[in-house]
């Protein structure tokens, strides 16, 4: 298993301001997933995290505004850039631990809203 | 493409009473995982169950149990004797085989309310 550790749980943020939202995990993982969560919604992937190569987007979603880094092998960090309030949402980092494991595991999540 | 389809969004029951999720999924992939996941109100996402396709047995987990049936393209969940504590957003998500069960497709969610 993994045990997955987001920061900010929550933040409250102004519009146009930009925000970089950690996931820590306690084993190396090989890769690592972002997803949105906007309000009443399911969840759709942003983007892949590899580590030591650039992230892959899903469509609809751009580097400009979800950069994101891969430093290591337990570390990945999401900025929501120059927000406004359609970019609040609860984010959600994900992991895979590589075959054979059972589930996909989250993180708790981070809420965040744009003001 | 892949597309998960949950036409529940929202069902109410008392308590002890039984309740079916439906969950329809679309696939081009001959092999895929089919999961389900539960959201309570603090939003976390507390995993299930994850099923293969190549595995059509039907699976019972204490009050819950799922019927998967690959000819209807259908993973369907039922809560037995249903509890207040099981009042919360249930998904159920589509993945390819190849990616390993993360790169996941959501349905829409089928909110659960169960009243005392």
């Known amino acids: 298993s993994a045990v997955i550790s987001q920061k900010p749980s929550r933040d409250i943020c102004q519009r146009g301001t930009s925000l970089t939202i950690q996931c820590q995990v306690d084993s190396q993982v090989t890769m690592m997933f972002w997803y949105r969560q906007q309000p009443g919604q399911s969840l759709t992937l942003i983007a892949t995290a590899n580590q030591g190569s650039e992230a892959t987007y899903e469509s609809g979603f751009v580097i400009d505004k979800f950069p994101i880094s891969r430093p290591n092998l337990t570390f990945s960090t999401l900025t929501v850039s120059n927000m406004s309030p359609e970019d609040s949402s609860i984010y959600l980092c994900?992991?895979?631990?590589?075959?054979?494991?059972?589930?996909?595991?989250f993180g708790q999540g981070t809420r965040l809203t744009v003001v | 493409a892949q597309k998960v389809t949950q036409a529940q969004t929202e069902i109410s029951v008392v308590e002890k009473e039984d309740v079916t999720l439906d969950c329809v999924y679309e696939?081009?992939?001959?092999?895929?995982?089919l999961f389900w996941y539960k959201q309570p109100p603090s939003g976390e996402l507390v995993f299930l169950i994850r099923r293969n396709s190549f595995d059509e047995q039907n699976e019972i987990s204490g009050r819950y149990s799922w019927n998967f049936q690959k000819s209807t393209s259908s993973f369907n969940f039922t809560i037995t004797a249903s509890q207040v504590v099981d009042s919360a957003v249930y998904f159920c998500?589509?993945?390819?085989?190849?990616?390993?069960?993360?790169?996941?497709?959501f349905g829409g969610g089928t909110r659960v309310l169960v009243k005392p």
């Open positions: 994900s992991v895979e631990i590589g075959e054979g494991y059972t589930e996909a595991f």
């Open positions: 696939t081009r992939d001959t092999t895929y995982y």
């Open positions: 998500a589509l993945s390819p085989l190849r990616a390993a069960g993360n790169k996941l497709t």
